[in-house]
């Protein structure tokens, strides 16, 4: 979900959301990207559909889509102080790439919970396997203040073994 900051000064009001990610142009460059068998990490923090937006935020989403996304019941949403707005899990993804992120969300889930966090490092990333596309692969945020932008770009440097390619984790933007 895309949001929009307040302007700064006096009186500022609270975020918006303005939207979804992707759009049409970015779902296809993701596309081109992947196509082009360039490097595409995908971080993911869990698996979760949902995302609690506060009714006035709700109210102010510009877009019917955000609105269809609440449910067939957002007439009764209108009396509610949190509305759960369900967003669709990888869906800018071809449905393969889908199930892999799915399948490794589970075998992290799993890895999580027989593990100390003390233990774990900040990034799990999936094991590469054997008739799998290199690209793209997924990761787990585990401590997400500890990856700054120039840690992020080591990973993928590390990951994909290729530093001529820069991948969209490290850029914020596919490539």
Known sequence: MLWEEPAPGPGAKNWKPRGLWPNEAQRAGVR???????P?????????CRVPMLREEWRAAPCRLLRD????DSGDLEDDEVVDVRLPFLDWLPEAHRKRAVRFLAESDAALSRT????????????RRDGVPPSPRFARRLLPNALTADRLAAAVEHLFGDASH???????SVR
């Open 32 to 38: 081109e990207h992947l196509d082009g068998e360039r």
């Open 40 to 48: 595409l990490l995908v971080l993911l923090d869990e698996a979760r």
């Open 69 to 72: 996304r609440a449910g067939a």
């Open 116 to 127: 100390p966090m003390a233990f774990l490092p900040p990034l799990m990333t999936e094991e």
């Open 166 to 172: 820069r991948c969209a984790a490290a850029t914020g």
